[in-house]
């Protein structure tokens, strides 16, 4: 799909001169244009303004790592004290032993996959549904869909639970996966993104002779690429730390997860707060490959390249 | 580019399903009852970090061979919601932990408990400190086996520096001023004379119990004094500021463990928190346990305490066991148990006592043995329906006097005016 | 000029009249099903019914133990003669009025500031969704280091730059809902960037060609062809943002727990509160029912503006 012509193209300027030129691309034009001068300028304001921006942005996360490295009672500490007087590594050997981390953190994954998975998949398909098939009563049950993400889980976790105890489902990861792989944000999400997609090329494969689930698994999907990767990620990251819901429903300490893991570290009237936090390091790190993988499907003009044809 | 994401997913599923398969991968599947043991099930919170529970169920699996405790562990943080939930739901467990007299009042007075007057009357009811909490109409639904209670914490260093042997027999006014007398600051090094922790007890349930006040009464005037003693503490800046402990979520442990606070009103639990420090080489400070700062110099002390109980699930699937359980752990072994670890158990007598204070590193000069025999123990908070909600509205209330922003007399009438049109529906 | 470039978004297959239209209608009904259905199917099991039942508890009494009793709309009554209530459904207004547009406008700055091809960008984008993934207590105990009214760096920079008259934030009735609002979109703003992101993806390069060869300068461009085609992303962030605003739970009780006194106690607290806190669920469903309605009102708004513009 990608090639070197549609990433030249993926250049097309917007909102601005700030839009930088592939390195290659400024390989070839070394002997630049003012333009090309220009362009480099406004790249090191870029960076200027993203540093400060990062700088600003991660300060907590640095409090976060420095009080991973310190003493249990030298973590909040009046004023903060930003380095550790003296550097604790053994916080980061002792947490494997002190609670099953190692399996909390595999739990968590296995949630957390097998959830996102599902998401994308029910989530896309509904999508279609909701914005390339035209039928009596849909936007109404499209607005159903949003009305439910409105009301507070708060409100009726008791209720669902209830029924799921009936189901023999609690205590269980199934209960969790069947209460959050349907949800509503998947499906608002990427219908708001087919509508994007214009119209004329369903219309253009539905002339060629492709069925409706042709057209979806052929030319939305994989022009939704951007999407379906904002999708799981932000499921992922949400399953992953989701506390309220794996504690209500998961009881035995087996399939607890990082994040009830976590807060097992926190008493009845005082808490680790140094091992909370080194436990908090430690699971960002999933998130970051993930991330670190789908943020390449943000590149700009992928999307709607080949459209013409 | 579809095929290798595709080729991702799949193995990222597999790998997942790989490493854990259904059954939950931190730890042993659940252990199976072993030929003809009763399985006792325990509702529990952070069972790893109390360590009273496991020293009960082991003295009580090695006293009854034939019962299997099986500790159900939930979240110290949101203990009570999840009971809830659970029992909305029809729940089994066998044998409830009341973590708090208010939560223990709703589930009775909604029969999710058993009555249990009979083995609160072979523990014996004379014996058993904060019990009264538990009568509703001369039935009790729970028997209490800790009863923890609040006394005055000092470095003794720190005192001994300032030329003060001991804080003995002190009223608020003493302890005031000895407050100051203790702060410094030196090389950068801020010392408070003392701490007072963020929670509304600290104030409300002292005035409360050395005034003979009670709390959901609408009726707040007890608590002038009390205010006025704590914020002059902290102007006069013998404490830290309450703004400050609450938004940077000092912790107390930490005050006291670093030598930042010389002295600190707390819970008898963190006896058992402070020797596991100095156990552990995490702290060396020199402590002593002292009673309370009183109102008046007649030598009579006042404090305030909480029970912690056990109870019989409505549903229990075991009704008897569980009553036998709880009649050991509320009992004397149950009490000498958690004594060993250093826990206050509900159950006093001597022998109880005797146990306690043979814990190693547990001070033992006369004034924090005296400490230890308050003449009065008044529950932190009476037991109601009402309870909860005027809880809330007195925290808010406490929140406002606290950073300064409604004066002592102006917050004492806005928590009266409120408690009684929210709740008690004047 | 731009707006001729612009794509029919409008779907396509017109309204049935003719008899072959209406069996090609009846057609579109069933696939359209087709594709819904594995969703909605557990959609209605696990979240639909669960709703469905929270709000008729509203109009009953249930503390969870017992079975529930009708008591029609006694809790609505006691709601609106709730002081608490009102207070709590102030703040949490406030609360979205300040954190929609901020959130809204910094995500899309955001978004197009990191949509660009540059060495290490992905490190940047990582970077910004940060704040997002930093446990909540950090984030709540730095926060409120820097609002520390004495000596907090923000009020240090507020005296340097000659205000005397320096905000209490957190401490104060009056400025911690604003510190909670600056600490949710410095929050949240890195998650609805990737949204948006997302969504800049979708707009045609061939858009902003036309644009060029127009003439048309990098601010028309901006308005003329990015920010209509970035409509249905934009209905997607504000409805989100709405919902999640009404809904703000987390955040809240961490950084000041709704205090101090009731400065910012919020709708969702009182819900919690009251229902799996005290046990009056009927109570706390009909405050969610309340809530519910709001955000649907907000959301119907948005939802008819958005197909006016798409026609």
């Known amino acids: 799909m990608t090639n070197m012509a549609e990433d030249l193209k993926a250049e097309a300027p917007f909102a601005g001169e700030g839009l930088a030129p592939a390195p290659e691309d400024r390989r070839r034009t070394q002997r630049d244009s003012p333009r090309e001068r220009k362009k480099r300028t406004s790249d090191a304001v870029i960076y200027g303004v993203l540093v400060v921006l990062v700088a600003a942005l991660m300060v907590p996360f640095i409090w976060m790592v420095s009080s991973s490295l310190k003493e249990n009672n030298q973590?909040?500490?009046?004023?903060?004290?930003?380095?550790?007087?003296?550097?604790?590594w053994s916080n980061y050997t002792d947490i494997w032993t002190r609670i099953p981390m190692m399996g909390y953190l595999q739990n968590s994954l296995y949630l957390a996959v097998i959830i996102t998975c599902l998401q994308v998949l029910t989530g896309s398909l509904a999508a279609y549904g909701f914005s390339k098939v035209r039928f009596p009563g849909r936007d109404v049950l499209f607005l159903a869909y949003i009305g439910t993400i409105a009301v507070p889980w708060q409100a009726y976790m008791v209720p669902q639970y209830i029924m799921m105890q009936n189901l023999g489902l609690t205590n269980s990861f199934n209960a969790l996966i069947l209460?959050?792989?349907?949800?509503?944000?998947?499906?608002?999400?990427?219908?708001?993104?087919?509508?994007t997609i214009p119209d004329e090329l369903c219309e253009a494969a539905r002339i060629d002779g492709l069925s409706e689930y042709g057209i979806w698994a052929r030319v939305i999907l994989p022009l939704s690429k951007p999407a379906l990767a904002s999708l799981a990620l932000l499921t992922f990251v949400n399953t992953w730390n989701d506390y309220m819901g794996p504690f209500i429903y998961l009881t035995s300490n087996r399939l607890w997860t990082v994040q009830l893991g976590l807060r097992s570290f926190v008493g009845q009237f005082d808490a680790e707060y140094a091992m909370i936090m080194t436990g908090s390091v430690i699971s960002v790190i999933p998130i970051l490959v993930i991330f670190l993988v789908g943020q390449r499907y943000f590149i700009q003009g992928i999307a709607t390249s080949g459209m013409k044809g | 580019m579809k095929r290798t994401t595709l080729a991702a997913i799949a193995l990222a599923v597999t790998a997942g399903l790989g490493l854990t398969g259904c059954a939950g991968a931190a730890g042993p599947a659940e252990p199976q009852s072993q030929d003809g043991k009763t399985r006792l099930t325990v509702s529990v919170w952070n069972y790893e970090g109390t360590p009273e529970f496991k020293a009960l169920f082991d003295g009580y699996e090695a006293a009854n061979p034939d019962v299997d405790i099986e500790p159900v562990d939930i979240l110290a943080d949101d203990y009570p919601q999840k009971v809830t939930t659970m029992l909305a739901g029809g729940d089994t467990t066998d044998v409830l932990t009341m973590k708090n007299v208010i939560d223990y009042a709703r589930y009775a007075n909604n029969g999710q408990l058993q009555e249990i007057n009979g083995v609160v009357d072979t523990v014996g009811k004379d014996d058993l400190a904060g019990l009264d909490a538990f009568d509703i109409d001369g039935k009790y639904y729970a028997a209490p086996y800790r009863q923890d209670f609040w006394l005055l914490y000092y470095n003794k260093e720190l005192l001994k520096a300032a030329g003060v042997e001991e804080p003995k027999d002190l009223t608020w006014d003493e302890y005031t001023a000895l407050a100051q007398k203790l702060t410094t600051e030196a090389g950068g090094k801020k010392v408070y004379g003392t701490y007072h922790h963020i929670w509304r007890s600290v104030v409300q349930a002292i005035a409360a119990a050395q005034n003979g006040g009670d709390q959901i009464s609408g009726e707040y005037g007890f608590f002038e004094d009390q205010y006025n003693t704590t914020l002059e503490l902290q102007k006069s800046g013998a404490t830290l500021d309450f703004g400050t402990a609450k938004s940077q979520k000092t912790s107390y442990r930490t005050m006291f463990e670093t030598g930042q606070a010389a002295m600190m009103p707390m819970g008898t639990w963190y006896i058992a928190g402070v020797l596991q420090a100095k156990k552990d080489g995490k702290t060396d400070v020199d402590w002593g346990l002292a009673p309370l700062p009183q109102k008046d110099s007649n030598g009579k002390v006042s404090t305030f305490g909480s029970p912690t109980a056990f109870a019989v699930n409505k549903n229990a699937a075991h009704s008897e066991e569980a009553r036998k359980f709880i009649e050991w752990a509320a009992g004397e072994e149950g009490a000498k148990a958690i004594s060993k670890i250093g826990v206050v158990p509900a159950l006093q007598n001597d022998a109880v006592t005797d146990t306690y204070f043979q814990l190693e590193g547990l001070p033992t000069d006369e004034l924090s043995k005296k400490a230890f025999s308050p003449d009065e123990t008044a529950l932190e908070m009476p037991v109601s329906d009402k309870s909860a909600a005027t809880d809330k509205i007195l925290n808010q209330e406490h929140d406002l006097i606290m950073v300064g922003e409604r004066s002592v007399a102006d917050g004492i009438t806005e928590m009266g005016k409120r408690v009684k049109s929210e709740v008690l529906g004047q | 000029m731009t707006t001729e470039t612009l794509p029919p978004v409008a779907p396509a297959p017109a309204p049935a009249h003719s008899r072959g239209n209406r069996k090609q209608a009846r057609r579109n009904t069933l696939i359209g099903w087709t594709f819904i259905l594995p969703n909605f199917l557990g959609f209605l099991a696990f979240t639909l019914i669960p709703v469905t039942a929270a709000f008729a508890l509203s109009f009953m009494e249930w503390t969870s133990f017992t079975a529930p009793r009708w008591v029609g709309l006694e809790n609505f009554q006691r709601m609106f003669q709730s002081d608490t209530f009102w207070v709590a459904l102030r703040n949490t207004v406030v609360y979205a009025l300040g954190h929609v547009p901020l959130t809204m406008a910094l995500a899309l700055v955001l978004a197009l500031l990191l949509n660009r091809k540059l060495k290490g960008i992905g490190f940047f984008r990582v970077a910004i969704f940060f704040p997002y993934i930093t446990s909540l207590v950090a984030v709540a105990v730095v926060w409120n280091m820097l609002f520390s009214p004495d000596n907090g760096p923000i009020n240090q920079f507020l005296n340097v730059i000659g205000i005397a008259e320096t905000p209490g934030w957190t401490s104060s009735s009056d400025w911690a809902m604003p510190a909670v609002i600056i600490t949710s979109v410095w929050r949240d703003m890195g998650y609805y960037m990737i949204l948006y992101l997302a969504g800049l993806q979708a707009i045609p390069t061939e858009l902003y060609e036309a644009a060029e060869v127009d003439g048309a300068s990098p601010w028309q461009r901006f308005w003329n062809v990015t920010i209509p085609s970035l409509r249905p992303t934009t209905f997607f962030v504000v409805v989100m943002l709405t919902v999640s605003s009404f809904k703000v739970f987390d955040l809240i009780v961490v950084m000041t727990n709704g205090g101090p006194g009731r400065?910012?106690?919020?709708?969702?607290?009182?819900?919690?509160?009251?229902?799996?806190?005290?046990?009056?669920?009927?109570?706390?469903?009909?405050?969610?029912?309340?809530?519910?309605?709001?955000v649907l009102t907000v959301t119907v708004l948005q939802f008819k503006i958005q197909q006016r513009r798409e026609r």
């Open chain 1, 75 to 88: 973590v909040l500490t009046v004023p903060i004290q930003w380095i550790p007087t003296e550097f604790v």
């Open chain 1, 179 to 195: 209460l959050q792989a349907f949800g509503a944000f998947g499906v608002f999400l990427m219908r708001q993104y087919y509508m």
């Open chain 3, 263 to 294: 400065a910012t106690t919020v709708l969702s607290q009182l819900i919690y509160q009251e229902g799996i806190g005290e046990g009056k669920f009927g109570y706390s469903s009909a405050i969610s029912l309340v809530l519910f309605v709001i």
